[in-house]
Every structure is written in structure tokens, then in C-alpha cells.
């Protein structure tokens, strides 16, 4: 990362909290993180209304998750380099695999600093290029919100939003790109629809960063 470039990032972040980076990681650390993802098996107790499954990995106490492949420790100290990471550490991570066509993740806030989010499905399994972006509202939770709260209840969020006048801000969907922004920012998927066949699944890993003197559990 060169020097100019921190620069531009370090100022767009002092404006907005939100920054998106195109070509992020090299593409063969991205065919690595995508193919895990394609054939790792998930919980199949899992059951969400949006119609996505995931699978968390990191190295913290809390969770006791540890890397499965050897990209994503590789990945997580690589975007320590970004300036918007001075002065934190990797908590946890997660992919997310959404079926072909689904309303994805909704409206949510998470208990970190920062989230990172980088797609690894390549631009050509897109059907429909008007979704499968991101939406990051300008609002953030309310400092005395639970996490259930702001994370579980989007019915109580979506008022919120509403009572706020709270600004979508649109992220298009691409290949290998980051979206970073303060955890506390809701956000959303812009909804899910990609051409049918497996492999072509909307796919997205979020890393996500914390103060690092304090711990995770400091973050729930």
C-alpha cells in the first residue's frame, strides 16, 4: 500500500466512517477464500428468513474459532495495514453464502469498530446488477441500545430509521471489493440475485476489528 494511497483513504474515512477500496486482495487469496466457501459445510440447523447460511472463523478467546485456511490469517493482518485500522485488532469473521435468489441480510448495527466487507463471487454469476450490493445507512445504533437490540430486532430499527430521516447509502456489488465502515453504521444487503448453480452464489466474508486494548467482550 503505498503512501499516497493511505492518504486518500485516511481522508475519505475522516468524512464519511465509510470507504470502499476496488481490488483489495490478490486474486489468488479471493479463488482461495471462495472455493472454502463453496465446499465447507455449514451448520444445517441453521434457518434464516433471508435465505443465507454462514460460517465464522477467527482466533479469539471469546468464539475459540481458529483460521481454516491459512488466506484468511493472511487476509485479517493484511487490512491492519489500512490506516483505518491503527490502533486495532482482528476480533472475528464470518462468509456469508446466499442462495441464488433472497432477500439476504437485513437491517442490523454490530459490536465492533469496523467492519470490512469484500465479495468474492466474480461479476459475471450476476443477474441482476440493480442488487446484491450493500446498503449503509448514515445512523448509527443508540449508545444505550442492547445488542439484540440494534443486531436482532429490525422491526424496532426500521422505525428508528424512519424516525431519524436515516440516508441510504448504496454500495454497488463488485468482485474483490471492500466495503469498510464504523460497525455502528445499520446496514443491510440491497437484496440477493444471481444466475442459478452453485457456484454462483452471492458470497461475502466481514472482517471485523476492535479496540485493541479491550477485549471481546467488551463488544456484546
Request: some cysteine; overall charge neutral.
Given at each position: 500500500?503505498?503512501?499516497?494511497?493511505?492518504?486518500?483513504?485516511?481522508?475519505?474515512?475522516?468524512?464519511?466512517?465509510?470507504?470502499?477500496?476496488?481490488?483489495?486482495?490478490?486474486?489468488?487469496?479471493?479463488?482461495?477464500?471462495?472455493?472454502?466457501?463453496?465446499?465447507?459445510?455449514?451448520?444445517?440447523?441453521?434457518?434464516?428468513?433471508?435465505?443465507?447460511?454462514?460460517?465464522?472463523?477467527?482466533?479469539?478467546?471469546?468464539?475459540?474459532?481458529?483460521?481454516?485456511?491459512?488466506?484468511?490469517?493472511?487476509?485479517?493482518?493484511?487490512?491492519?495495514?489500512?490506516?483505518?485500522?491503527?490502533?486495532?485488532?482482528?476480533?472475528?469473521?464470518?462468509?456469508?453464502?446466499?442462495?441464488?435468489?433472497?432477500?439476504?441480510?437485513?437491517?442490523?448495527?454490530?459490536?465492533?469498530?469496523?467492519?470490512?466487507n469484500?465479495?468474492?463471487?466474480?461479476?459475471h454469476?450476476?443477474?441482476?446488477?440493480?442488487?446484491?450490493?450493500?446498503?449503509?445507512?448514515?445512523?448509527?445504533?443508540?449508545?444505550?441500545?442492547?445488542?439484540?437490540?440494534?443486531?436482532?430486532q429490525?422491526?424496532?430499527?426500521?422505525?428508528?430509521?424512519?424516525?431519524?430521516?436515516?440516508?441510504?447509502?448504496?454500495?454497488?456489488?463488485?468482485?474483490?471489493?471492500?466495503?469498510?465502515?464504523?460497525?455502528?453504521?445499520?446496514?443491510?444487503?440491497?437484496?440477493v440475485?444471481?444466475?442459478?448453480?452453485?457456484?454462483?452464489?452471492?458470497?461475502?466474508?466481514?472482517?471485523?476489528?476492535?479496540?485493541?486494548?479491550?477485549?471481546?467482550?467488551?463488544y456484546?
Amino acid at each position: 500500500m503505498s503512501d499516497t494511497f493511505k492518504k486518500e483513504i485516511a481522508q475519505i474515512w475522516a468524512k464519511n466512517e465509510l470507504v470502499v477500496i476496488d481490488d483489495i486482495l490478490p486474486l489468488n487469496v479471493i479463488d482461495s477464500m471462495r472455493y472454502w466457501a463453496l465446499t465447507t459445510e455449514y451448520d444445517p440447523e441453521q434457518k434464516y428468513a433471508g435465505g443465507y447460511r454462514t460460517v465464522d472463523f477467527g482466533n479469539n478467546q471469546k468464539t475459540n474459532k481458529k483460521f481454516p485456511i491459512p488466506e484468511l490469517k493472511w487476509v485479517s493482518e493484511y487490512l491492519l495495514k489500512l490506516p483505518i485500522c491503527k490502533n486495532l485488532k482482528f476480533s472475528r469473521g464470518w462468509f456469508f453464502i446466499h442462495q441464488n435468489e433472497c432477500r439476504g441480510v437485513g437491517p442490523h448495527a454490530d459490536p465492533a469498530s469496523i467492519n470490512i466487507n469484500i465479495w468474492v463471487t466474480p461479476n459475471h454469476c450476476v443477474k441482476d446488477k440493480g442488487k446484491n450490493g450493500l446498503i449503509v445507512w448514515d445512523t448509527k445504533h443508540p449508545e444505550d441500545w442492547t445488542w439484540d437490540q440494534y443486531n436482532r430486532q429490525p422491526e424496532e430499527i426500521t422505525e428508528l430509521l424512519q424516525q431519524e430521516g436515516a440516508k441510504e447509502r448504496r454500495i454497488d456489488y463488485k468482485y474483490n471489493r471492500a466495503t469498510c465502515f464504523n460497525s455502528a453504521f445499520f446496514h443491510s444487503t440491497d437484496h440477493v440475485s444471481m444466475l442459478p448453480q452453485h457456484h454462483q452464489k452471492r458470497i461475502n466474508f466481514t472482517f471485523m476489528y476492535i479496540d485493541k486494548n479491550k477485549n471481546d467482550e467488551d463488544y456484546t
